[in-house]
Every structure is written in C-alpha cells, then in structure tokens.
C-alpha cells in the first residue's frame, strides 16, 4: 500500500509565526486531505486538497489561516498561518484513490505546539 | 449534520478477553471503515466495508455494516497488549467523518 512521509514530525513554534507541514506520497493518489487532531480527540477535516485548485475548506477553516497548495498528484502542503497557542494540535494529511480498497491512509502526524 | 456516535469512549480490559465497540449515526453512509492510532502516528486502516449487512474479518477483528447503513460495530478477540490504542470508526458518503473514538487498554 502507498505511504506518506509527512514532515515535520513536531515543532514547537512562536506566536505569530507560520509553519508549513509537507505530505510526499510515493505513488500518485487522487484525493489528498489534511485534518486536525486534538489530544486525545477525534479527527476533524481541514480542507480537501485539489491538484492544481484552490483547496476546498470545511466550516470553520479558512485559506487565509490554512492555505494549502497541491501542486501534483503526489505532494501538498498546510500551512498554519500567523499562529496562536489554540493552534497547538497534530495535523494529518491524507490520500485515497478512487478505486475500490484503495481507502484512506495517513501520514505520521505533525505535533505542533505554539507557545 | 453527519454526526458519528462512538462507544464506549474507553475499555479497560484482561489480556484474552474480548472486545466489542460500535458506531452509530442519524445519516446513512455508504462506506464504514475502522481505523487504529498508535502514539505518535497516523490512523492506520483495519477494515473497510462497503455494503450493508457485510461483515469482515482481518485476523482477530470482526466489523460489520449495518443493515440500516447508520451502524458499525468492530469487535477484537482475544485481546494481546499490542491492541493497545485508539479505535475510530468512520462513515463515508462525499467525504470521511471520524467517530470519538474508543481508548483501548489491555492488562496482561
């Protein structure tokens, strides 16, 4: 099954400051998507990713906080804009096929921690 | 909305005993997966279904799909000390919505 090295692992970051996490996918998958994880909670969906489009945000996330770029059907990147301490969560990026068994998988996670 | 209603939100059980945890949703879904966290990773994929009234095995786990397509259960027999973490059913129709979750710790 495809893998994604998602990078950085964790970063502590300043207020104010902007990080941007990195999702490589070694096989080429239509569907890329990040979400954020609360300690301890569930997932919840960011955007989805579109190759060479403005991604698309759920309720409550917008591009100016959490732009993402997708520039091919193998790479995205989030940014985590001008941050704040409630901004402090593990972010995942994900990537599906179309196909049939060819279902979600995820990168490790990237533990960011705003102080 | 697509709410996923996960339970129980935690188990504490012996190594060798059974475990049983379920999803339930007022939406109707059209793929229910289960997936497991570890510390420090990604939600790994147990088992995907896809039709109601399937039901799966991968290894000691059993899900199945609900008849009604608004349920899910997951169960694991057998418990080792590696089934330690966090389970988390999720229903698809466009996109994916996570349950809660169930934290599972085994005792040996």
């Known amino acids: 099954s495809a893998v994604i090295s998602q990078k950085p692992s964790r970063d502590i970051c300043q207020r104010g400051t902007s990080l941007t996490i990195q999702c490589q996918v070694d096989s080429q998958v239509t569907m890329m998507f990040w979400y954020r994880q609360q300690p301890g909670q569930s997932l919840t969906l960011i955007a989805t990713?579109?190759?060479?489009?403005?991604?698309?945000?759920e309720s409550g996330f917008v591009i100016d906080k959490f732009p993402i770029s997708r520039p091919n059907l193998t790479f995205s990147t989030l940014t985590v804009s001008n941050m704040s301490p409630e901004d402090s969560s593990i972010y995942l990026c994900?990537?599906?096929?179309?196909?049939?068994?060819?279902?979600?998988?995820f990168g490790q996670g990237t533990r960011l921690t705003v102080v | 909305g697509q709410q996923l209603n996960q339970s129980p939100q935690s188990m504490f059980i012996q190594e060798g005993e059974d475990v049983s945890m379920n999803c339930t949703s007022s939406?109707?879904?059209?793929?229910w997966l289960w997936y497991k966290q570890d510390p420090g990773e990604g939600p790994v994929l147990l088992i995907a279904l896809y039709k109601a009234g399937e039901l799966t095995s991968n290894g000691r786990l059993t899900a199945q799909f609900g008849i009604t397509r608004k349920d899910s259960f997951l169960n694991i027999s057998a418990s080792i000390p590696s089934d330690v973490g966090i389970y988390f059913c999720a229903g698809r129709r466009r996109d994916m919505r996570f349950g809660a979750g169930t934290r599972l710790t085994v005792k040996p």
């Open positions: 990713a579109n190759q060479g489009s403005e991604a698309t945000y």
């Open positions: 939406s109707i879904f059209n793929t």
């Open positions: 994900s990537g599906e096929g179309t196909e049939k068994n060819t279902e979600a998988f």
